[in-house]
Structures are given as C-alpha cells and as structure tokens.
C-alpha cells in the first residue's frame, strides 16, 4: 500500500465515510431513544425497531395508571414486556 498512494487514497476515503455513517447513525439513534425515554408507549415503539422476524402487539394489557404490556412473538418464542411505575 506504501508504493501505491492512490490506492491507499481511495481505502482511506472509503474508511472515513463508513466510520462517518457509524457515527451519525449512532448519534441518531441516540437522539431518538432519547425523545422516546418516559413516554407511555415507548417500549413499543423500541419493540418495532427490532425488526428481524419479531412480530409486536402493542398495548396487550393496560391498567388505569397506564401501566402497559407488549407482546413480541419471535423464533425464540413470546416475549412480554411491560412499562410503567416500577413500584407497582
């Protein structure tokens, strides 16, 4: 790579956009989660970005203090997750 500088240009070039596009999606990832944090619904939402074959049902189950639980059906099998006060 020494003797071929324009080799190495072109690899550098292509390094630095990949480690730009790692960083920014993790910046707006970040941002994201970040808005979503203590809002009712936002295990949901987390639950929908998963993808990767998980099927979610949001809202299975409510209380009157908005306690929720969500349902995720997968190939590892069901998953419930529940937001809320964690004192109750």
């Known amino acids: 790579?020494?003797?071929h500088p324009?080799?190495?240009g072109i690899l550098g070039l292509l390094l630095a956009f990949?480690?730009?596009?790692?960083?920014f999606g993790r910046r707006a990832e970040r941002a994201a989660f970040g808005?979503?944090?203590?809002?009712?619904?936002?295990a949901a939402a987390v639950l929908d970005n998963i993808g990767?074959?998980?099927?979610?049902?949001?809202?299975v189950?409510?209380?009157?203090?908005?306690d929720v639980v969500h349902r995720a059906v997968g190939k590892a099998?069901?998953?419930?997750v529940a937001e809320g006060n964690p004192n109750r």
């Open 18 to 23: 990949l480690a730009t596009a790692i960083v």
């Open 77 to 80: 099998g069901i998953v419930l």
């Open 1 to 3: 790579l020494i003797g």
């Open 6 to 8: 324009i080799y190495l």
């Open 35 to 42: 808005q979503m944090e203590g809002q009712p619904g936002a």
């Open 52 to 59: 990767r074959n998980w099927t979610t049902t949001p809202a």
């Open 61 to 66: 189950a409510m209380n009157r203090n908005q």
